[in-house]
């Protein structure tokens, strides 16, 4: 019935709209009938276990969710839920009679505009990152907290489908280094279980178990009118949706590091963090890249065909290895440094930071989002000044605990300041380093200018706030200036050539 239904379906009779032509794309759980303006997405009658589509109800039900959910992240992308009426030989949209499948309209957007495709093509840039970070970031600040008393979000829940993969996987292999691999990952993943366990149990009572999307991809994104939108989460399964914010986090993550895009990926945690100021829950981060890299290590073994020839073996074996070895890299021990950039406004600390960020991994902690973050709309008393510097120094010592290095973008101009940035590298014993940042008068003030015409920088900064600074600022003492590095921010060589040092002296990180 179903093949005969999707077949007569491409009558342009049928549709109140113009229809170009008709291009059917199928999944494992649906079709998608593509008609130019809009698109038909029809639910296959199927139970995998995870999912089940094989009543017209449940069908009907989950095409509503579909609807309903993905209107949290998008805007006149999804229209609504439309019966299909008559026959599979003879249907009719939104007809009358017994209903025989249910159809969710959808507005069509080209393919190549997916950001899977862009990435393809070269053509994903750090813009469609920095939309992703803050459209995740404000989606789970604003997604309902799933109710402390059901069981998603439980340690034991988090744990029940790591465990699984491992027994899902093992039947597949056969030689010797890919099952001490997986073993090694085993080991690794329960110890990490264990050292997380409090930390699992603080967040499932703290309320950081949401209504997810549970499927955050670059597949799962795409362009429509110069915005990026997400769309296609998953509304078939409960317990896949109802995670850890850092879980659906780390599913992007993971997907950009796997297609060699980890600067990028270092960029969309950095200010996925910036906006949600979940630094918290960053020691899970690696837990779940790991358990995120097994499933699609798992998945590439199970889409292997029974009969499958030598080539085929070797493809779906292949492409298990490229993300047991992506899980492998999760359990590195890590390398770990404390930077600070020193400064006055707008002589381009903030991108010292990122390439910081982009090339070495490390967590960027921005004085100007946290001041406003403490103090709603920025203060600037003394006081607030050392209260926001306090708070840096603490965020940057939870970072330094779950592994990452950290560089914080503050002007640090005070001896002060500075010299409790370096008590917290010592207290956690990491490397220390101190970014003298400078530029010239003219560059410094056609940067603010720039900046303050774009309107998007938290900082508040004007040419006298500046001045006030240039006046006020504490010299280097002779045994800072032993430490620091000299960064020219106006010269990229000088940029280039700092990046290339931490990594001379730190070859780990």
């Known amino acids: 019935m179903s093949q005969t239904l999707i077949a007569a379906l491409q009558n342009p009779a049928l549709y109140p709209h113009p229809v170009d032509t008709f291009q059917v794309i199928e999944t494992h759980i649906s079709w998608v009938i593509l008609t130019g303006e809009y698109a038909y997405k029809i639910k296959k009658p199927v139970n995998f276990g995870f999912l089940d589509f094989t009543e017209l109800a449940a069908r009907q039900h989950f095409c509503e969710e579909e609807l309903r959910l993905n209107s949290r992240l998008t805007e006149g992308l999804y229209l609504e839920v439309l019966p299909i009426t008559g026959s599979a030989e003879a249907p009719q949209l939104a007809g009358s009679g017994p209903v025989v499948e249910y159809a969710l309209k959808m507005r069509q957007f080209p393919q190549s505009q997916l950001l899977s495709t862009l990435q393809a093509n070269g053509e994903l840039g750090n813009s469609h990152i920095d939309a992703l970070a803050r459209q995740v970031a404000e989606f789970h600040l604003a997604a309902p907290r799933v109710p402390l008393e059901r069981a998603e979000g439980t340690p034991a829940m988090v744990m029940a489908p790591v465990t699984q993969n491992f027994e899902q996987i093992r039947p597949f292999l056969s030689e010797k280094a890919d099952l001490q691999q997986l073993d090694a990952l085993q080991g690794w993943a329960s110890a990490e279980f264990d050292r997380l366990l409090p930390l699992l149990e603080q967040r499932k009572a703290a309320g950081f178990i949401r209504e997810c999307h549970g499927d955050i991809h670059l597949g799962n994104a795409t362009v429509i009118d110069g915005k990026v939108v997400i769309f296609d989460c998953i509304e078939f399964n409960e317990p896949f949706r109802f995670t850890d914010v850092w879980a659906d986090t780390a599913f992007l993550a993971m997907d950009l590091e796997d297609r060699g895009l980890k600067c990028l990926a270092r960029r969309f945690v950095s200010l996925y963090l910036e906006t949600t100021g979940d630094y918290a829950g960053l020691d899970l981060l690696n837990f779940y890249k790991a358990y995120r890299a097994l499933v ?77 973050r403490l103090f709603s709309g920025g203060v600037y008393t003394q006081q607030a000044s050392e209260a926001t510097y306090t708070h840096l120094h603490e965020l940057a010592s939870s970072v330094l605990a779950a592994g990452f290095p950290v560089v914080i973008d503050a002007t640090y101009l005070k001896r002060s300041q500075r010299e409790a940035a370096e008590r917290v590298a010592q207290a956690r014993g990491v490397p220390f380093l101190l970014l003298d940042c400078q530029a010239p008068q003219a560059v410094i003030e056609s940067w603010l200018a720039q900046r303050q015409a774009a309107g998007q920088d938290p900082s508040d900064a004007t040419l006298e706030v500046i001045a006030t600074q240039q006046a006020s600022r504490d010299p280097l003492t002779p045994q800072e200036a032993l430490q620091a590095r000299q960064v020219l921010t106006h010269e990229g060589a000088s940029l280039d050539a700092l990046i290339e040092d931490i990594r001379r002296r730190l070859p780990g990180i």
Do not use: C, W
Not at 327 to 332: D, I
Not at 333 to 362: Q, W
């Open 296 to 372: 699609r290590a798992k998945v590439a073994l199970f889409s292997m065909p029974a009969d499958a020839d030598g080539l085929q073996k070797a493809t779906a074996l292949r492409q298990y290895r490229n993300y047991a070895n992506l899980a492998e890299r999760y359990s590195a021990i890590p390398s770990r440094l404390l930077a600070i950039t020193s400064g006055v406004s707008a002589v381009g600390k903030s991108h010292v930071a990122m390439r910081l960020v982009e090339s070495l991994g490390a967590i960027r902690l921005r004085s100007d989002v946290e001041r406003k």
